[in-house]
């Protein structure tokens, strides 16, 4: 499967933004589909994921009340609502589809497929 995160830009102190992450060559049918997110110099860190069958979803203490993930079915596209950003939140975001076990849904290591991320950019 092929991915494709949309949605970034540049905001204020805030702010909300959703970001978009299409899916090409088949569905999402059967994976979890996670977001992420990297600084220059700093690790990938976990920010939400959701599982195309069920729904199960997973936030990072960091986001949990402002950030909500959801997915359409009929459009085959995940998203990720971001509300009330602050400068910490600015990174490059990227969506990434796996089957990871419910204990690893937070390790990059659990995503085999990845976009090329889109980035964000909260400005004080």
């Known amino acids: 499967v092929q991915l494709q995160a949309s949605g970034g830009g540049l905001v204020q102190v805030g702010d909300s933004l959703r970001l978009s992450c299409a899916a090409s060559?088949?569905?999402?049918?059967?994976?979890?589909v996670a977001w992420f997110r990297q600084t220059p110099g700093k690790e990938r860190e976990f920010v939400a994921v959701?599982?195309?069958?069920?729904?199960?979803?997973k936030y990072s203490d960091f986001v949990k009340g402002r950030f909500t993930i959801s997915k359409d079915y009929a459009k085959n596209m995940v998203y990720l609502q971001m509300n009330k950003l602050t400068p910490e939140d600015t990174a490059r975001y990227y969506c990434?589809?796996?089957?990871?076990?419910?204990?690893?849904?937070?390790?990059?290591?659990?995503?085999?497929?990845w976009g090329q991320g889109t980035q964000v950019t909260v400005s004080s």
């Open positions: 060559g088949r569905s999402f049918g059967g994976y979890a």
């Open positions: 990434a589809a796996g089957t990871p076990i419910l204990s690893s849904m937070s390790s990059d290591r659990s995503y085999a497929h």
């Open positions: 959701i599982r195309w069958n069920g729904g199960t979803t």
